[in-house]
């Protein structure tokens, strides 16, 4: 009999809910709209009928080792609770595992869902053979998670692996958070869009005007599909997050010394326009990048210096799974727990 | 039979020796200067001299652990080599572990110098009773390490916890490693001395000037007893100390979620005249530091939002043993290498 998990990935727009084996394979995946609007007791409602119905539909074919659920914002892993949500206002202080433990009368692991992207990618996908690593997910904010000795790095509250608040720019812009100039604040998908209004606003972007006023949606992709194009002031644009995203991933680097940083979230379709400067500012700002870099022996370790330091290289990549991390993630969370 | 093993703190300046019991009494200490101009050979000689000596002195009373040895720069864990050591010019690429090894004939374990600062900080120090804590040392140079669940993070090639080059200004000052902006341009000692000059040489700092043109020694220490007495240029120079520091813990703290953050060094010493800015940038940059921060149960937590995190707190503090943390780490390394 095989055994599986139910991981689910609770998004402000898309609650996602998926049976997973314990090699991986997806035995069955359900996708239903979030009715945020509806309040949290309608939201949790719907995700615990939905959990009910997999696990019901799947009794006789394996054995449902548990329920791992990934939620986007602060979560205090000890009581459970949602401390912060910015996409889902009304669950601050909410005690979200005891009312989904409740309803189905088992229990269930929360995790923050960028911790779950981190723990779904080192499991299947771009980061299976590493046991450490980190994960920033690109997408209406900017998510982290860290995974160390094959575990997920919560800290002393769950809260670590914020890289997404990192200060890139002292004075810069002010980011959802309170502070300011974090990286979410320059490589979100909203931060795109708002550096694309700034650069509107000063008039003197043709391009980017033209494709705000066309009527399609203007959001990221829109932005990145003129990068594409050539535009140059849309170009401009990913030129910043690329530039952010390697400030604080040389930062990321000198501290933690991994083998392996993944980029994910929506935004990082757009790597061919972005990876350019920010494996430039890795180079020329993490000693510890220049020393480990999978170029680095063809280049600094040529004159036998910092180069030569053996097969240990520093990978910085995109990720493999796509939107499916964070639920494949939350689908391990069980499974691995006794490890 | 009591157990010891003997540290050494291989500094620029000083070499320094202790024979330490396993309940951290120090049982003899030897200073030597650090003959650096005569060349690594003579460095290891007398190392390796007054190790031996120790070790013959204490033979009847103790059984020798082993000995470890902090040492300033980026270290291969693997090969024992020196990569970089900016104090230790000509001993990139040297293999230090194998010379002090054929010279005792017996094993030795090398560690970068922050790191065993940290390591015996978390020993004997402010970090006793925490098993994860970081460590910024702000000398010379600013170094940093990492302890996670009461062990070294070495990450995959020993270059972990250089949290001295994370980047603070983008476009600032040059740092030695060739990056610029970071953390150790504006919070070593020489980072102080060079903004003090900063400042006389655009004419308007005259108190400065004053001490520099004295006769006596202008240092770091000079500058801040100058900020003591309530000099406003010397006072803004820890100033900017202070908020470059809240700005790299900021980041420390979301990304790491510890328990205890420790700043040690001789410009800890300066602590009344940073902390202010320090912790006000803390407050204003970290939102995992506002939920969890001493205070934060007085403040957030009264209105039952996220400052009521439980007892789980993050202190930022000063570091304990001062010059010795680095000596108490190193003879740290061979009793818990074991654990």
């Known amino acids: 009999m095989t055994k599986y998990s139910i991981g689910v990935d609770l998004g402000g727009t898309n609650l996602r809910i998926a049976a997973v084996d314990e090699r991986g394979n997806l035995v069955e995946k359900t996708t239903l709209g979030t009715r945020v609007a509806l309040g949290r007791d309608h939201v949790v409602n719907d995700m615990c009928e939905a959990i009910q119905q997999l696990a019901e539909k799947h009794k006789g074919s394996g054995e449902l080792l548990g329920i791992g659920i990934g939620v986007p914002g602060i979560i205090d892993m000890e009581t459970g609770m949602v401390r912060e949500s910015p996409n889902l206002p009304d669950w601050t202080d909410y005690p979200v595992r005891t009312e989904i433990e409740r309803r189905l009368g088992t229990r269930v692991i929360l995790e ?10 080192k499991w299947l996908g771009v980061a299976n053979d590493v046991d450490d690593m980190a994960m920033l997910t690109l997408g209406t904010g900017v998510g982290g998670g860290l995974v160390l000795g094959g575990r997920i790095w919560h800290g ?20 959802g958070c309170g502070n300011r100039g974090c990286l979410e604040a320059y490589a979100s998908a909203t931060a795109v869009v708002r550096m694309a209004r700034e650069a509107m606003a000063s008039g003197a972007a043709p391009g980017l005007t033209r494709a705000a006023n066309s009527g399609i949606e203007f959001n990221a992709k829109a932005v990145y599909n003129l990068a594409n ?3 140059e002031d849309a170009r401009k644009i990913f030129g910043c997050v690329g530039r952010v995203l390697g400030i604080v991933l040389s930062d990321m680097v000198n501290a933690l010394n991994l083998p392996m940083y993944v980029i ?22 993490s000693m510890v990048y220049a020393a480990t870099s999978p170029e680095a022996s063809h280049g600094k370790g040529a004159s036998g210096k910092v180069g030569s330091m053996g097969t240990r290289k520093t990978i910085v990549t995109r990720a493999l799974l796509g939107s499916d991390a964070g639920l494949y993630g939350a689908a391990r969370l069980p499974q691995a727990n006794g490890s």
Do not use: I, K
Request: with cysteine.
């Open 112 to 121: 923050n869902d960028a911790n779950s992207a981190a723990f779904g990618e």
């Open 156 to 175: 002393m509250a769950g809260m670590a692996g914020e890289f997404g608040h990192t200060t890139v720019e002292p004075e810069g812009a002010l980011c």
């Open 229 to 231: 194009e050539g535009d």
């Open 264 to 285: 994910g979230g929506g935004v990082s379709s757009a790597w061919e326009a972005f990876a350019p400067e920010m494996f430039e500012e890795l180079r020329q700002r």
